[in-house]
């Protein structure tokens, strides 16, 4: 399976961006690039998913790299409720789960 | 989204006893659901596919009899955690939703404590 790299930790001061990078250097053509969030004591939530162009929705946005490589999931204004383990999931084909790496833990300083 | 429900939301349980978890699917049917298990600080680690009217497919080094797993209808998948040890003390996480790319929903997690 494609495996992803993310930081450990990021900070973020309330009220402004966010920007969490996702290396993803082995991704396959029918590879989706999915983002989810998990609360602390909560299950994950989805937050965003993206194949060759940038997304947006009321979450967030998503920019994937021309070379799909890389991408960023960009929180335009991050609140304290954003703090959360965010994953980059690579996600498609016939697979069926989701493979969680260590995903990257967002704290928001008010 | 789809909305992905588990009962109970936390359980004690004394060592030895069984412990039943219910995974729901409640606006979508869900042919496929998943099991995971995540220990403190870790990450979710997937324990085995629930599949509709048959058998679940089990992870490398989860014991299928201890974890019992039924899929009796397209909207509900139970976890049996038999004979409860405290190492199975944990957050259990169940998932559902479409392949091929498309969004998983997850439930919010049944914490089990076992003493």
């Known amino acids: 399976d494609a495996k992803t790299t993310q930081p450990n930790s990021m900070e973020s001061n309330e009220e402004e961006p966010v920007h969490l990078p996702c290396n993803h250097s082995?991704?396959?053509?029918?590879?989706?690039i999915h983002w989810y969030r998990q609360l602390p004591s909560q299950g994950p939530e989805y937050v965003i998913h993206g194949l060759t162009s940038n997304v947006n929705n009321r979450m967030a946005s998503l920019a994937i790299a021309e070379d799909r490589k890389s991408s960023t999931l960009i929180l335009h204004r991050a609140t304290l409720r954003d703090a959360a383990v965010y994953y980059c999931i690579l996600y498609g084909g016939s697979q069926g789960n989701l493979i969680f790496g260590k995903g990257t833990k967002l704290s928001v300083k008010p | 989204g789809a909305v992905v429900s588990q009962h109970p939301s936390r359980v004690i349980c004394k060592s030895g006893t069984s412990v039943k978890i219910e995974c729901r699917s409640l606006?979508?049917?869900?042919?496929?659901m998943f099991w995971y298990r995540q220990f403190p600080k870790q990450s979710l680690m997937l324990m085995a596919t629930s599949n509709e009217g048959s058998k679940a497919t089990y992870e490398q080094g989860v014991e299928k009899d201890k974890f019992l797993i039924n899929h009796a209808s397209l909207t509900l998948s139970t976890l049996t955690v038999t004979s409860a040890h405290p190492e199975d003390s944990s957050f259990y996480i169940c998932?559902?939703?479409?392949?091929?790319?498309?969004?998983?929903?997850f439930g919010p997690g049944t914490r089990l404590l076992v003493l």
């Open positions: 082995t991704i396959s053509g029918t590879d989706y």
């Open positions: 998932s559902a939703g479409g392949q091929g790319g498309e969004t998983q929903y």
């Open positions: 606006d979508f049917q869900a042919t496929t």
